[in-house]
């Protein structure tokens, strides 16, 4: 029997969805549900310390946001345009995959000028060369200093990623929050956002138990947040993202695994990297590459059999694979319970902890 999209809907109200984020990391709200049981805890999310024992093993996504939106201008005209930093397609030749907005203004052989927040002082020239989708262009920009120099330059420009629903200005606060405390490998253009729960206090308290964190890299494309289009999702075609599990993820993972140590994923990014990287034995291995791997149920899990993840949007990618995780109907159970206790939804809401 196919899998549909129709079967995770459900009605959320817009009220619900965090626009900010808690005031204190570890402080958000974490609903624990048990599979075994089916039993459901309200919590906070500094308790998630309870549920775990030495030698059990946390896998957080260590990417790191970039500042990908940026704001300028078309030549001659002056029209105002958004510059959505995909990727960087080549290095030496400053070529970057992005989106463009109003596209229809944006046309090979356009140049785009870029100015400093600050002041109308010309820092950055940009030239489309391509038309990659309705919206999707490859440009290069044109800078003669070391990447070094560039980088600074994007990070000057550059504005954190909010997603659009928001709909508010991006605000200091936002800087820091849109980030995880253990951010490390920049290349996201959006957040690993179960992470954002753990405060450094934390992440101290869960070693200072003997609970070991290892990492892996998901360079968070927009691709995570596309709406599916397709009812039979067999048909449905994810965004492939970059992903790096090193050797020392994949020693202390396996060494938990075969101790029978609980083995958690912290988000649904670590859990495509490491669902995307299973050996012929069932264990994890070193992968670095790309991944467009998505996960529906049924879905027999390799790895992991815990998982932290955020409440997510009705009909995404994102809350399909939290139920492929925890089964259907209790996972859309618990959101119901969600919605009635008004736990707050998506990038900066609350978290649940799978068991």
Sequence with gaps: MRTKLSQFNFELPEKLVAKYPNNIRDESKLMVVHRDTGKI??????????????????IHNDTKVFPARLYGCKEKTGAKIEVFLLRELNNEARLWDVLVDPARKIRVGNKLYFHDKNDEEEILIAEV???????????????????????????????????????????????????????KNMGAVAAP???????????????????????????VGLGTFRSIDVEDLSKHKMDAEYFNIPEATTEMVNTARANKKRICSIGTTSMRSIESAVSAQGTLKMAEGWTNKFIYPPFEFNIA?????????????????????GGKDLILEAYQQAIKKKYKFFSYGDAMLIL
């Design 129 to 183: 060369v391509d038309n990659t989708t309705s919206r999707g262009r490859t440009i290069r920009f044109l800078f003669e200093g070391t990447e070094d120099e560039f980088q600074a330059k994007l990070q000057d420009l550059g504005n954190t990623p909010l997603p659009k629903y928001l709909n508010r200005e991006v605000e200091e606060i936002d800087k820091l929050r849109y980030q995880t405390v253990y951010a």
């Design 41 to 58: 805890e309200h919590k906070l999310f500094k308790d998630v310390i309870d549920y775990f024992e030495e030698g059990d093993t946390f």
């Design 193 to 219: 956002t179960a992470g954002l729960h753990f405060s450094n206090e934390l992440l101290k308290r869960l070693e200072l138990k003997g609970v070991n964190s290892s990492f892996v890299t998901l360079h």
């Design 305 to 325: 059999d815990s998982m932290i993840t955020n409440f997510h949007l009705p009909k995404s990618s994102l809350v399909i694979m939290v139920c492929a995780f």
